[in-house]
């Protein structure tokens, strides 16, 4: 058996022989002599085809310029060439099928014979799912050894071919012109087959490959496995862009079934998980550092390493000088690009929780000091107080007595950029970052995760509605606490994603079984979270961390916004963009309705109404001093004021929160107010000025505990009393001009007010005019 070193000389021996022969063949020696050269050389010549087959796995220079060289002598390069592709294609067969072949024995625990003679399509179906990703990696590294074995056969012919047509071109016969055109016919040969060969053994891989991925249901996979899977699959698929330019169509249908229904297996079981959350959440403050930010966490490091949404992580270089050089310029003179890399993120610390919520023991310490003087009070509390939401400053300087409110308040605002935020809302983030890795590793689904991404937070929020914010009672009263935009918002969550658990209709015309599949339960508040206390502002504190995370929520979608569009399809992006403008935007909306609530128990509006109802408002003389029910309501205010202070030390209540009770609360108690003087039966010109004296005592109070300017409402309440002094025809026109009374309002101003001045026909006109006009409640 001859060694390769060995082959071109073997070679050009026999041709010499053959030549001699030639000229001596009539004798019968020679002939049978010649007859077993030509043996000689048939036999090498199989050993020579040997020899080549093994260069599709392991390339060696020398011993492929050997091979080269021998065949070159026979005069049989093209034949060699056409050898080789045969052999590479047979060598992505047999590589593959050994691989495969390998872990099914292995795991079937047994010598059975049996998968040996399966097809390879059959035999991929066999792989359990631990030894998935393992055999997935060893596949694609035995298929990266054949690709590069391809790519330094090509370098080698580009380096080589010109001198080894010279060295041919040597020992020909002589005729320099005829072996010339000869060999530059084998080298364009050579070249052609090589250049057509790249597509057709990368389209062999990706069919391997292909098969492989679809041989095992992936639906059941950790999340962490299924991203491995992704990642190897994306390397591979810029392995076939650097060896021939593909974009590798095949790879990415079949990744992208496996992901699709892989996706929709684990999202259905998030959304569940997150119900389960939800439904277990007390709403009490996740205590993270006023510097987190959602880059600190495990699911988002790909976003600083990337710092552009269009590259895997898979594709992030080593270093910048590794930046410039393809996959096989970097392995071609060892390793392999798809070595598992032993996953680092366990090493990683994630600083983002605070100590018992503060930043330091020191900032502890100082959160439990009474302020006593106001030379405790820090300067910028006594500089003018600018509004957070618009940065301006308030006509007046905030007062002394404002200032010991918040000091006792304000305390608690040592964490004042801490974001508010619970252990669900962390999860629902961490899920986001998870979805984004997937969406970033495989850009053909991004639409299906952002749909789904979409659902997280829809459920996060009808999840807040529905535990915080509905109630009938309140939103019967028209007072607008839901902005349209926010009720069609809830209909459309409702609609497309609440399982509202009526498939025991006998009718048989509600959700399909299909389409209820897509859909989860509507959650339910925990038991442990008590609403009904008004030691409590009726759970304030859990209302306050329940919207206000939902806030942040919203938030950091906002932030995430750029990331998402730039990978969103084209034709897909107006869902994008109605998804921000029509849901994400909302959730500030959502606190109206949760803090009304709060209002309408927190201050004893009925009791006022009782009060009011016992004042005698037909007086003679005009009074100095106001009635009780205002003292008691201010009462109720000092007493609401106190409370609110409390819920602060358990939880910071930001400026639009407080704002927006203070608005509720006042709002209500102007309208009830009106009421109360619309259930007047016998009312003076003296008794109409004790009513404006009663109101502005309750003004001059009550900006003392309030920066809210202007008083919301207060213009109801004065343009009401006001309208006791109308003439018949003022109060016509006053009536179609004042639409935001009730009926009842309006009714008695008009037997009040004019009912000893006007006739009985008058009268009838004026209560006609009421009940003709179409009075929405404000």
């Avoid at 992704?230 to 810029?238: A, C, E, G, N, P």
């Avoid at 095949?250 to 892989?262: C, D, M, P």
């Avoid at 309501?633 to 030390?649: H, I, P, Q, Y």
Wanted: include cysteine.
């Amino acid at each position: 058996m001859l060694e390769e070193e060995d082959y071109p000389g073997a070679i050009q021996l026999c041709l010499e022989c053959q030549k001699a022969a030639s000229t001596f063949k009539h004798y019968s020696c020679i002939s049978e002599l010649n007859s077993k050269l030509q043996d000689t050389l048939e036999q090498i010549e199989e050993q020579l085809d040997v020899a080549l087959s093994k260069i599709c796995k392991n390339f060696d220079i020398n011993h492929y310029t050997k091979v080269q060289q021998a065949y070159r002598l026979l005069g049989k390069t093209q034949t060699a060439m056409d050898q080789l592709h045969m052999h590479f294609t047979q060598a992505i067969h047999n590589t593959v099928f050994q691989v495969v072949l390998g872990y099914v024995e292995l795991c079937a625990g047994n010598t059975d014979t049996k998968f040996q003679k399966l097809q390879y399509k059959d035999l991929c179906t066999h792989i359990t799912s631990d030894s998935y990703i393992p055999c997935l990696a060893d596949l694609c590294k035995a298929l990266w050894e054949v690709m590069l074995s391809y790519y330094r056969t090509m370098q080698w012919h580009e380096n080589h071919d010109p001198d080894e047509a010279a060295v041919v071109s040597s020992v020909s016969d002589g005729n320099n012109v005829i072996g010339t055109e000869e060999n530059s016919f084998d080298r364009n040969y050579v070249k052609k087959k090589l250049e057509h060969g790249l597509s057709r053994i990368w389209q062999d891989v990706q069919l391997k490959v292909k098969t492989y991925l679809l041989g095992t249901d992936l639906s059941n996979f950790k999340y962490d496995d299924f991203i491995f899977v992704l990642d190897v699959i994306s390397r591979l698929m810029q392995v076939g862009e650097e060896f021939c330019g593909s974009k590798s169509e095949v790879l990415q249908e079949s990744i992208r079934k496996q992901s699709v229904n892989y996706f929709k297996t684990y999202h259905r079981t998030r959304l569940e998980e997150l119900r389960m959350f939800l439904e277990n959440e007390t709403w009490e403050l996740c205590p993270v550092k006023s510097s987190f930010s959602i880059l600190q966490l495990h699911e988002f490091k790909f976003l600083e390493q990337s710092r552009s949404p269009s590259v895997s992580p898979s594709k992030q270089p080593a270093s910048a000088a590794a930046s410039a050089l393809t996959l096989f310029e970097q392995y071609c003179a060892g390793g392999n690009p798809f070595e598992i890399q032993a996953d680092s993120k366990d090493d990683e610390t994630e600083d983002v929780l605070a100590s018992n919520g503060y930043e330091s023991d020191e900032q502890e310490k100082s959160a439990y000091q009474e302020y006593d003087s106001d030379s405790d009070v820090p300067e910028e509390l006594k500089r003018d107080y600018v509004d957070e939401q618009t940065g301006d400053a308030p006509i007046k300087s905030v007062s002394r007595e404002t200032l010991r409110s918040r000091k006792r308040s304000d305390y608690n605002l040592n964490k004042v950029n801490a974001p508010i935020l619970t252990n669900t809302t962390l999860n629902v983030i961490r899920l986001v970052g998870k979805y984004m890795q997937m969406m970033n590793i495989l850009k053909p689904i991004a639409f299906d995760v952002i749909h789904f991404m979409s659902q997280l937070f829809d459920y996060y929020l009808y999840a807040v509605y529905t535990f915080f914010g509905r109630n009938d009672m309140f939103e019967s009263t028209g007072l607008g606490l839901s902005s349209s935009r926010l009720r069609t918002t809830l209909n459309r969550i409702q609609e497309s994603l609440i399982d509202l658990e009526v498939s025991a209709d006998p009718s048989g015309t509600l959700t399909a079984a299909e389409e209820r599949k897509e859909k989860v339960p509507s959650p339910h508040l925990s038991h442990l979270v008590v609403l009904t206390s008004g030691n409590s502002l009726y759970g304030l504190a859990e209302r306050v961390v329940a919207t206000e995370s939902l806030v942040f929520l919203a938030e950091q979608f906002e932030f995430l916004q750029p990331h998402l569009d730039a990978v969103m399809p084209a034709a897909k992006k107006p869902f994008l963009q109605q998804f921000y403008s029509q849901t994400v935007s909302t959730a500030s909306e959502l606190r109206k309705p949760v803090y009304w609530i709060v209002a309408a128990k927190a201050i004893d509006y009925e009791q006022m109404l009782l009060l009011m109802a016992n004042v005698k408002w037909d007086v003679k003389e005009i009074m100095s001093q106001h009635n009780v029910y205002v003292d008691a309501l201010l009462k109720e205010f000092e007493e609401f004021n106190r409370r609110l202070n409390d819920v602060s030390k358990r939880v910071r209540i930001p400026l639009p929160v407080s704002n927006i009770l203070w608005e509720h609360c006042i709002r209500l108690a102007n309208r009830t107010l009106v009421e109360g003087y619309a259930n007047v039966k016998k009312c003076s010109n003296e008794g109409r000025a004790l009513m404006q004296l009663d109101f502005q005592q309750f003004l001059m109070k009550l900006e003392k505990l309030t920066d809210i300017r202007p008083i919301p409402d207060k213009e109801f309440v004065e343009t009401y009393i006001k309208a006791y002094y109308l003439t018949e025809n003022d109060m016509e026109t006053w009536i179609k001009e004042h639409r935001e009374y009730s009926a009842k309002q309006l009714t008695n101003l008009v037997n009040i007010c004019l009912g000893t001045y006007i006739n009985k026909k008058a009268r009838q006109k004026l209560l006609a005019t009421i009940d003709d006009t179409d009075r929405p409640k404000r």
